[in-house]
C-alpha cells in the first residue's frame, strides 16, 4: 500500500532563517506531486506541482521553491523565511489527473 | 472560470438525523469532483470521487455524494449522522494550471457539527 511522509510535524523559525520541508511517498512510481498551504484551517492553497523528476510549476509567485530531486520526493524550501510564511503546509500525490490525492500529516509552521 | 462554492461556513445537525453538505463547481468540460474530510491538525482524507456514470456515488464512512450537472452541484450527504463525522469538509474539482495541465480547486471548506 502507499504511504506519504512529511517531516518535521512541527516547526518554529524565525524570520529571515531558511527553510526545508520533506515529502516522500513509497509503495507507488512516478506519482503527481503538490504542495499546498492552509491558512487558519481552512481553504487550501496550491504552491508547487510536479510530474516528475525535475518538473516543478509554480501556482503562486512568493517566497518559496520546491525541488524534487527524486521521483517520490518532494522539497519544499525558501532561502529567507517571511511572518507571512507560517501556515500548515500539506504535501500530496496522485497517480494521475483523474484520481484522487493523498494527503500527508502536515508541517504547522510558525516564523517569529 | 474555474472554482468551487461552499455556500456553508459550519453545519449543525443532530446525532442520527440525515446530513447534507453543498458544493457548487464551475469548470469547462467534464467535471471530476471530489469531497475530502479534514480532522483537527491532520491532513485531507480522501471520501469520494464522481468521474463519470451513475450520479450517486458511494464512498467511505457511509457518506454518499449526488452530482446533478444542470445545477452545477455535487452534495455530500449521509443518512444518519455521527457525532464522529464532526470535521472540516472539502469539495474539489480538475482544473486547469495556467500552463494547460490539470490541477485540483478546493472550496473553503464547511465545518460539520454533530451534536449529541
Known amino acids: 500500500s502507499q504511504t506519504i511522509h512529511q517531516w518535521p510535524a512541527t516547526l518554529v523559525q524565525p524570520v529571515g532563517s531558511p527553510l526545508s520541508l520533506e515529502c516522500t511517498v513509497e509503495?507507488?512510481?512516478?506519482?503527481?506531486l503538490y504542495w499546498y498551504r492552509q491558512a487558519a484551517g481552512r481553504g487550501l492553497q496550491l504552491l508547487f506541482y510536479?510530474?516528475?523528476?525535475?518538473?516543478i510549476s509554480s501556482e503562486v509567485p512568493q517566497n518559496l521553491s520546491a525541488s524534487r530531486p527524486q521521483d517520490r520526493q518532494f522539497i519544499l524550501s525558501s532561502k529567507k523565511l517571511l511572518l507571512s510564511d507560517s501556515g500548515f503546509y500539506l504535501c500530496?500525490?496522485?497517480?494521475?489527473?483523474?484520481?484522487?490525492?493523498?494527503f500527508g500529516p502536515g508541517t504547522r509552521l510558525t516564523v517569529t | 472560470a474555474q472554482s468551487v462554492a461552499q455556500p456553508e461556513d459550519q453545519v449543525n445537525v443532530a446525532e442520527g438525523n440525515p446530513l447534507t453538505v453543498k458544493c457548487t463547481y464551475s469548470?469547462?468540460?467534464?467535471?471530476?469532483l471530489f469531497w475530502y474530510v479534514q480532522y483537527p491538525n491532520r491532513g485531507l482524507q480522501f471520501l469520494l470521487k464522481?468521474?463519470?456514470?451513475?450520479?450517486l456515488v458511494k464512498g467511505s464512512y457511509g457518506f454518499e455524494a449526488e452530482f446533478n450537472k444542470s445545477q452545477t452541484s455535487f452534495h455530500l450527504k449521509k443518512p444518519s449522522a455521527l457525532v464522529s463525522d464532526s470535521a472540516l469538509y472539502f469539495c474539489?474539482?480538475?482544473?486547469?494550471?495556467?500552463?494547460?495541465?490539470?490541477?485540483?480547486?478546493f472550496g473553503t471548506g464547511t465545518r460539520l457539527k454533530v451534536l449529541a
Open positions: 500530496a500525490w496522485s497517480a494521475g489527473t483523474a484520481h484522487e490525492q493523498y
Open positions: 464522481y468521474i463519470t456514470g451513475d450520479n
Open positions: 509503495g507507488t512510481s512516478n506519482p503527481n
Open positions: 510536479s510530474v516528475g523528476i525535475g518538473q
Open positions: 474539489a474539482v480538475r482544473g486547469f494550471t495556467t500552463s494547460g495541465t490539470y490541477k485540483y480547486i
Open positions: 469548470v469547462s468540460g467534464n467535471p471530476y
